[in-house]
């Protein structure tokens, strides 16, 4: 059964800006082009008929076409022990909307998420020996991406393997605009 989540794709542009943020910083595992989305939801491994209605419910969503834009970055995790380096979000009012209206229509397939949605693209993950971030923090504080306009929503399949997850996109889901 694949592992699924809903997600944004990025434009080249903004993939190759966020490439270009790696720097050699112990610990740390850089995505590849082809690891790079923003994730709206977390699903999870669902059986092939549940996967065909999660998408017929996904095609009735009726959400705008926006613009968003990439600004700073962060880390899951504490300081000690960060999990997780990624870039924000400038505004993130739109992508609010959409996971409010996706977390209404993802209901029968998976349970309410208690955590703050943080919009973000994850740059990198930190294993246990991974070095300090505040330099990278601090020189990255600025990050800021061309906006591009949001067109489509996408269901995702996760392959996990050696070199990191592989992602593919099961589907697309045009927003409204």
Avoid: N
């Amino acid at each position: 059964m694949p592992r699924l989540f809903i997600g944004l794709e990025l434009p080249e542009p903004q993939c190759q800006q966020l490439l270009a943020l790696s720097a050699p910083i112990s610990g740390l595992r850089w995505q590849s082009r082809a690891q790079l989305h923003l994730t709206m939801r977390f699903i999870g491994e669902l059986s092939e008929a549940q996967v065909a209605e999660l998408s017929q419910a996904l095609a009735t969503l009726r959400a705008p076409v926006f613009e968003l834009q990439l600004g700073g970055v962060g880390y899951f995790g504490s300081p000690q022990r960060p999990s997780i380096l990624w870039a924000g979000v400038v505004v993130p009012a739109p992508l609010q909307a959409l996971r409010e209206q996706i977390d209404q229509l993802i209901v029968p397939w998976c349970a309410a998420d208690p955590q703050r949605f943080v919009p973000h693209v994850t740059l990198a993950r930190c294993g246990p020996g991974s070095g300090s971030l505040q330099g990278f923090l601090q020189q990255q504080r600025g990050l800021l991406s061309a906006p591009w306009r949001v067109t489509e929503l996408c269901l995702f399949a996760s392959d996990p393997g050696p070199g990191g997850s592989r992602y593919s996109v099961l589907a697309g889901y045009p927003l409204e605009g």
